[in-house]
């Protein structure tokens, strides 16, 4: 059994964390927040390259559908670094098609990107973090998983809500083991995958959330880093609402 340690302040002093998704929007931002909090941070994403000034990112191309991509990724940080302290999974798409109207290609690809994009890297890093017995991992899941959707279709919902019931499993059967496992379910954070949503039925912020504005990046981020950091050692298998009020549960 892992001693868990007492709850300390939200710092990732050198500490060594993966991020997915890390080109734009919440990763980008999640990158930067951990970053700045001390965390060495190996910044994943699809394309070739990506910017970031913070010299304790490090950017690595990468495709989280890929379980050979996965294994060749976390080989090379443990051969670089030695451990992986913390995991947070962005990497993620949409779809806006009613059931109807849904294709099996769209059903794939949100099984492919938003569910086993969280599975081939867990499944690859959890025995990593049993050896440790330490570790903490955040899924990026969504109120649509929720309530039903807010703009997206079923296809996306149907995968979140997959994620947030993952997460609850790596929870419950990596306690004893020291690692961690929540979900942060943002509600609607205005980056670019949000903008193919105003394009549609998006909902008004004054009109459907109590604090009175859409997310930004740096909202998610903040949340995130508090679940990778030593400030939430007495909390695993939950789903964090951060939506300005827009579901209170």
Not at 90 to 96: D, L, N, V
Request: hydrophobic share 45%.
């Amino acid at each position: 059994m892992a001693q868990i340690p007492v709850s300390a302040p939200a710092r990732m002093d050198e500490k060594i964390t993966i991020v997915t998704g890390a080109a734009g929007g919440i990763g980008r931002a999640t990158a930067l927040a951990l970053a700045q909090a001390g965390s060495t941070v190996i910044a994943t994403d699809i394309g070739d390259d990506a910017e970031f000034a913070d010299s304790k990112i490090i950017y690595r191309r990468y495709d989280v559908t890929s379980r050979d991509a996965t294994r060749s990724l976390v080989a090379d940080v443990l051969s670089e670094y030695g451990r992986i302290d913390a995991l947070v999974l962005c990497a993620g798409t949409i779809s806006h098609r009613h059931l109807t109207d849904s294709t099996d290609d769209e059903w794939q690809q949100m099984l492919d990107v938003n569910l086993m994009g969280v599975v081939n890297p867990v499944r690859e890093i959890f025995p990593v973090m049993a050896d440790q017995q330490m570790g903490k991992i955040v899924a990026l899941g969504s109120i649509a998983a929720k309530i039903g959707g807010v703009a997206s279709g079923p296809s996306y919902v149907a995968a979140k809500s997959a994620v947030h019931g993952l997460m609850k499993w790596v929870a419950k059967n990596g306690a004893d083991k020291g690692i961690y496992a929540s979900v942060i379910a943002p509600g609607p954070v205005e980056t670019p995958m949000w903008e193919t949503v105003t394009q549609r039925a998006a909902p008004s912020a004054h009109g459907s959330v109590p604090l009175g504005r859409f997310g930004q990046p740096e909202d998610i981020a903040q949340a995130i880093l508090f679940l990778c950091s030593p400030a939430s050692n007495w909390i695993t298998g939950t789903v964090l609402d951060v939506n300005g009020g827009m579901l209170m549960d």
